[in-house]
């Protein structure tokens, strides 16, 4: 028998208590945050580039070996550069398998300065975005 000490989070119909029971049911996620340390859960970094669903997302930052629960600026500035690649192809030209071989070669500035997009300006925007958004 498996017993945990949790807090239990009340809502319509539910008792809040503290005690030592098996209640994996009860259980709801806190979200962690790192305000300190800069860096930016998945769900609020998902939003913040736009991405519909979590399955995109997911296959975005396992192309860029980002497998992490937060994100630092640098790392959504990797994501963003995949994005705006993706987004500038057609029907699979410019797809994640190509942006991770010319990752092997070029910068994500000089990938994205080839193909006409200034990833410096859009990165700006980006972060003035996040500023607006979190005052």
């Known amino acids: 028998m498996c017993f945990l000490i949790v807090n239990v989070i009340s809502s319509p119909g539910v008792q809040t208590r503290r005690k030592k029971e098996y209640l994996m049911n009860a259980i709801q996620p806190e979200v962690i ?3 300190s340390t800069g860096l930016i859960t998945k769900k609020e970094v998902r939003k913040l580039l736009g991405i519909k669903t979590r399955q995109t ?3 975005d930052y396992k192309c860029l070996e980002l497998n992490l629960t937060h994100f630092s600026w640098s790392e959504i500035k990797q994501l963003l ?8 192809g057609k029907a699979g030209i410019y797809g994640r398998e190509l942006y991770s071989k010319l990752l092997e070669k070029y ?3 000089n990938i994205l300065d080839s193909i006409g997009i200034d990833l410096t300006k859009e990165f700006k925007e980006l972060k003035k975005q996040w500023n607006y958004s979190k005052n």
């Open 107 to 109: 910068s994500p500035e």
């Open 57 to 59: 997302f997911i296959k």
């Open 33 to 35: 945050s790192h305000p």
């Open 81 to 88: 550069a995949l994005r705006l690649f993706l987004s500038k």
